[in-house]
């Protein structure tokens, strides 16, 4: 498999549902030996594809829990990509919790569960 970026290497993953373990070893075959993952936005790329459609997906925010565990991204580089100003609810100013959709709520919810795996790792 031809691979042109980071974010096709996470489809490619993710549609065939490779494991966290699987995920990590074929990522370091198709980016170039010496390339650190903080550079590359690994971080940010993993959050940014777990956060598409409904709700977050749990197959790429595996990938990301390996990608910390296994040092391969910084914990600053993941509290980037989280506070990252984006529009999501996490980052925007301070609002009645009352105003946030459920969805939003609910991707707050996995924000603060990243943060949380973070500081606890």
Not at 22 to 46: E, H, R, S, Y
Not at 95 to 119: A, G, H, W
Request: glycine share 2%; hydrophobic share 40%.
């Amino acid at each position: 498999m031809k691979v042109v970026n980071l974010k096709q290497a996470i489809l490619q993953a993710w549609k065939e549902r490779w494991s966290d373990y699987q995920w990590a070893i074929n990522m370091k075959k198709f980016f170039p030996k010496g390339a650190t993952w903080d550079i590359l936005n690994l971080a940010d790329a993993l959050l940014e594809q777990a956060m598409i459609g409904p709700s977050p997906n749990p197959l790429i925010l595996s990938y990301l829990k390996y990608a910390i565990s296994s040092q391969m991204v910084s914990y600053s580089s993941v509290l980037t990509a989280i506070s990252k100003p984006s529009g999501h609810p996490c980052v925007r100013p301070p609002q009645p919790r009352s105003s946030l959709t459920s969805e939003e709520l609910s991707r707050c919810k996995v924000c603060v569960c990243v943060c949380v795996c973070v500081c606890i790792l």
